[in-house]
């Protein structure tokens, strides 16, 4: 069994911060948990607005609190989240994540990532990172 806290996490090297300063992700489960997915609590700054293509990854994410709202690029839709809403990008979606209010989210990855990962020039994460 593998028991970890948020607070305990948040307090270690588990809590990446993004270079460009829209997020921090404190990342609980890990490809060295050998459980088949990742799963991070994710902050996204009040103002965030950035754009990613998870081209390794598929993702699915949980807002907990706070309100923005994701914009898919291919077809222009854009859909408000708030506390409650999970999106999932299942087909590797190209897309927009805009915060009006700083964010919680709950997101899982497959395949799972090791751990110091923060997005590409493409918006992306390489699919075999620094582990933590």
């Known amino acids: ?3 970890r806290t948020l607070a305990e996490a948040e307090n270690s ?3 990446i911060v993004s270079p460009d300063g829209n997020w921090d992700s404190t990342r609980l489960l890990l490809k060295d948990d050998n459980m088949g997915f990742s799963f991070h609590i994710t ?3 009040a103002g965030a607005d950035f754009e990613m ?4 990854h598929l993702e699915s994410v949980f807002c ?3 309100e923005g709202e994701v914009e898919t690029l291919d077809d222009g839709k854009v859909y408000p989240i ?4 999970i999106y999932i990008l299942d087909k590797h979606d190209k897309h927009v994540l ?3 209010q700083e964010m919680k989210m709950a997101c899982v990855f ?3 990532l090791n751990g110091k990962e923060v997005h590409n020039s493409e918006g992306a994460y390489e699919l075999e990172a620094e582990t933590i």
Do not use: D, L
Request: charged letters at 10%; proline letters at 12%; hydrophobic letters at 25%.
């Open 13 to 15: 090297n588990r809590k």
């Open 64 to 66: 907990m609190s706070g």
């Open 82 to 85: 708030t506390p409650g809403t």
């Open 53 to 56: 293509h998870y081209q390794n």
């Open 110 to 112: 497959n395949p799972p």
């Open 43 to 45: 902050t996204i700054y």
């Open 98 to 100: 805009r915060a009006t």
């Open 1 to 3: 069994m593998i028991v």
